[in-house]
């Protein structure tokens, strides 16, 4: 059993900054892939960031320069900084992670989700 916890959303005003983090824990031999997506009301859940085992990262074109992604992978972490935050970003935001597990003799990556957390911009 795997559990992706996320972290850190709340109400915060327009330019400011907050930091999201989400753990993994459970019975996980490996982290891969992790990634922050968001969604908000009537809209479908996109890419906000990703970043691989290596520390390779990708953004949306609509956070460069204002988001950073990061991980600690001996903690099965990633975090999000954002700043500059802008109302239009208001969403609930989720956390994606590829987690290397035995099933039997087999090694396989599976997807987890976390609850999201949400995170309000607004004055």
């Known amino acids: 059993q795997v559990h992706v916890v996320e972290s850190g959303g709340g109400l915060v005003q327009p330019g400011g900054s907050l930091r999201l983090s989400c753990a993994a824990s459970?019975?996980?031999?490996?982290?891969?892939?992790m990634g922050w997506y968001r969604q908000a009301p009537g809209k479908q859940r996109e890419l906000v960031a990703k970043?691989?085992?290596?520390?390779?990262?990708d953004y949306a074109d609509s956070v460069k320069g204002r988001f950073t992604i990061s991980r600690n992978n001996a903690k099965s972490i990633v975090d999000l900084q954002m700043n500059s935050l802008k109302p239009e970003e208001t969403a609930v935001y989720y956390c994606n992670i590829w987690i290397g597990q035995w099933e039997g003799t087999e090694m396989r990556d599976i997807k987890y989700w976390g609850k999201g957390t949400k995170v309000t911009v607004s004055s």
């Open positions: 459970g019975r996980i031999v490996s982290t891969n892939d």
């Open positions: 970043i691989t085992h290596g520390g390779s990262t």
